[in-house]
């Protein structure tokens, strides 16, 4: 497939949406009297892949094991590059227009196509393990002049390696899901006793995810060379972050509580094979050149546009606040599965890498709300009036992002959430 591909489907509209025949995303869902099970998004349409099975429309896929009958997608992570090849392309001919298998069985078409308006979507996978990187060169510095100053901006070890830190799996939620404002420890003013109560602080972290399988054995580095075949799509990640707790608890060991309370991502998991057409090296140049392990031949990034939108409760139409690309990384997440396992760390199918804050040179590009306002002294002016520095409560930030074919794109849903009161 190419930018360029004319191939298109029968389901009517497709192409004018974010999922045309070239994406095909895998989701969990469930309808009434069909319990959780895999499905492929299709124009607004799902592919219910269960019920496709039970047609005997799968039965010529190499696997005996048949994952794509399971409610996540954990067994088909676990499967690896061949099989999860062979099964998308088996999905793409059955959606084709040209063949009459399933475009002319009008009783088949009803058992395997659902109106995404019917069915309700639920975590793609079990996420076992979550990590997050820190890999916007922009990024990292603009956070580390608004905490260190200019001369320290760019710790020593940057440039040399992928920056991250174990996150929290448990409280990785899907889009929709509120986000209750945390409670947490903050530096006292004046250096006296720290304050308790909520994050006056609450940001956003504009991300893009990697939904991993089939992993490695303990004690087995994955070559960066090989790091390709263990991604197996991409979400939108929106890592919430309270600044305030960030600030006062991050050294020595890094982020904590700052980060735990809620990690959003997006409900359809976009194959890799579907941006291919978008792998690009990006403007960021590597520079020094990095240790050997870390040394990738092919270009590390996509061409993905990505934006942040906001609403709040009394401007529930939502504004675009952010326009960044996955491109502007520096580190690429074949880079980020090497350093991860050069240890001999064993990776999981199931376990999610998140990139970190993706920003690019520009302000209008900055992926959080701690740089768009420089930590607050330059506060958005909205189209109704008002302003913000941080998030208040009602406010709901919609992650969106494209990649722009030639008459279509991939698109990747949404990644929303809205902000409650904390409870204290
Ligand atoms: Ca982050």
């Known amino acids: 497939m190419s930018r360029q591909s004319t191939r298109d489907t029968f389901v009517p509209g497709a192409r004018d949406t974010d999922f045309p025949i070239q994406n095909l995303p895998y989701g969990v869902f469930h309808a009434p009297g069909r319990p959780a099970r895999l499905g492929v ?68 078409r009803q058992a395997v ?3 995404q308006s019917q069915v309700a979507l639920l975590m793609p996978a079990a996420i076992g393990d979550y990590t997050d990187f820190y890999a916007s060169r922009h990024h990292a510095t603009n956070v580390g002049i608004m905490f260190r100053g200019r001369d320290n901006a760019l710790m020593p070890n940057w440039l040399h390696l992928p920056v991250g830190y174990h996150g929290r799996a448990s409280s990785v939620v899907l889009s929709g899901t509120s986000v209750r404002r945390p409670m947490g420890q903050t530096e006292a003013p004046e250096g006296g006793f720290p304050l308790f109560g909520p994050s006056r602080l609450l ?27 263990q991604l197996f799509g991409m979400v939108l990640v929106n890592d919430w972050s309270a600044r305030d707790v960030q600030k006062w608890e991050y050294q020595p060991l890094g982020p904590f509580l700052a980060k735990n309370f809620a990690t959003t991502i997006s409900p359809w998991v976009v194959p890799m094979e579907a941006l291919e057409p978008f792998r690009c090296a990006g403007p960021e140049q590597e520079d020094p050149q ?28 939502p504004v675009r ?51 768009l306002t420089w930590r607050g002294t330059e506060p958005l002016q909205l189209p109704n009036g008002e302003t913000r520095r941080f998030l208040e409560d009602g406010d709901t930030v919609i992650i969106r992002g494209q990649a722009r074919g030639d008459g279509w794109r991939i698109g990747f849903g949404e990644a929303r959430g809205t902000i409650l009161p904390a409870l204290g």
């Open 290 to 317: 990095p240790l050997p392990y870390l040394r990738q031949e092919n270009p590390r990034l996509w061409d993905v546009e990505l934006y942040v939108l906001l609403a709040t409760a009394r401007m529930p139409e």
């Open 203 to 229: 940001d956003i972290e504009l991300e893009a995810g990697f939904l991993l399988g089939p992993g490695n054995a303990l004690g087995q580095p994955i070559p960066v060379r090989e790091a390709g075949g």
């Open 321 to 371: 606040i952010v326009g960044s690309n996955l491109r502007h990384l520096y580190w690429g997440p074949e880079q980020m599965v090497a350093h991860h396992t050069v240890t001999g760390c064993n990776l999981r199918p199931g376990d999610l890498i998140a990139t970190g804050t993706i920003s690019g040179p520009e302000k209008s590009s900055f992926g959080s709300l701690l740089e």
């Open 113 to 115: 196509l659902l109106p």
């Open 41 to 108: 998004a299709i124009g607004d349409q799902v592919l219910d892949l269960f019920a496709l099975d039970e047609l005997g429309l799968l039965k010529d896929l190499p696997c005996g094991d048949r994952p794509w009958r399971e409610g996540s997608l954990n067994a088909l992570l676990a499967q690896g590059p061949a099989l999860w090849s062979a099964l998308r392309a088996r999905l793409a001919a059955l959606l084709d227009a040209e063949n009459p298998e399933l475009r002319d069985n009008s009783a088949w």
